[in-house]
T-cell receptor, first 110, second 112 residues
Framework: DAGITQSPRHKVTETGTPVTLRCHQT?????MYWYRQDPGHGLRLIHY???????DKGEVSDGYSVSRSKTEDFLLTLESATSSQTSVYFC?????????FGSGTRLTVV | GNSVTQMEGPVTLSEEAFLTINCTYT??????LFWYVQYPGEGLQLLLK?????DKGSNKGFEATYRKETTSFHLEKGSVQVSDSAVYFC???????????FGKGTRLHILP
């Protein structure tokens, strides 16, 4: 959808390597979020940001870090990827009125 | 634990059937409630929402009413179409930052 893009769309990486996923928005929205989607678990919040350099942990933050140096970009880093981090990752922007989601990044850790 | 509970799927219906997908929540205060839909290979899209008790959200023939007394927000549609086949997520706001937390999703299959 216009306004929020994720890159890459697909990635295969090896166990133990660092991986960074990017979320870019053109809506100038203050709040941004990273979720992972897994069968049987729905969407679970990893980290979120409520402004430049202001971030907080979500439900499943272990093994992940984030950075927000500009309003438009929110980066999710897997410091040392593990097979349990194979998932589809979604970025979102929004607030209590509702979120807009990106199209997702499918990450496979082999 | 997950404070949004929705019925297990998959749900399979014939075209033009009546649809109900149940959703209940636990919360203190008055969260906003949502239904999101995810079509294959895509991200989630907001389908409808309600922000206070007795509000009814509606969109594309779908409806859900915010029931505080039963802490429920069931999704309904009077006559489903094949194009409604998707995964549906119930969600609510949580915490001082109004983060949105999601149920596990219900997969819906509509047969022609």
């Amino acid at each position: 959808d216009a306004g929020i893009t994720q890159s890459p769309r697909h990635k295969v990486t090896e166990t133990g390597t660092p991986v960074t996923l990017r979320c870019h928005q053109t809506e100038n929205h203050r709040y941004m979020y990273w979720y992972r989607q897994d069968p049987g678990h729905g969407l679970r919040l990893i980290h979120y940001s409520y402004g430049v350099k202001d971030t907080d942990k979500g439900e499943v933050s272990d093994g992940y870090s984030v950075s927000r140096s500009k309003t438009e970009d929110f980066l999710l880093t897997l410091e040392s990827a593990t097979s349990s981090q194979t998932s589809v990752y979604f970025c979102a922007i929004g607030d209590r009125g509702g979120y807009t989601f990106g199209s997702g990044t499918r990450l496979t850790v082999v | 634990g997950n404070s949004v509970t929705q019925m297990e799927g998959p749900v399979t219906l014939s075209e033009e059937a009546f649809l109900t997908i149940n959703c209940t929540y636990t919360a203190t205060g008055y969260p906003s409630l949502f239904w999101y839909v995810q079509y294959p290979g895509e991200g989630l899209q907001l389908l409808l929402k309600a922000t206070k008790a007795d509000d009814k959200g509606s969109n594309k023939g779908f409806e859900a009413t915010y029931r505080k007394e039963t802490t429920s927000f069931h999704l309904e549609k009077g006559s489903v179409q094949v194009s409604d086949s998707a995964v549906y997520f119930c969600a609510r706001t949580e915490g001082r930052d109004d983060k949105i937390i999601f149920g596990k999703g219900t997969r819906l299959h509509i047969l022609p």
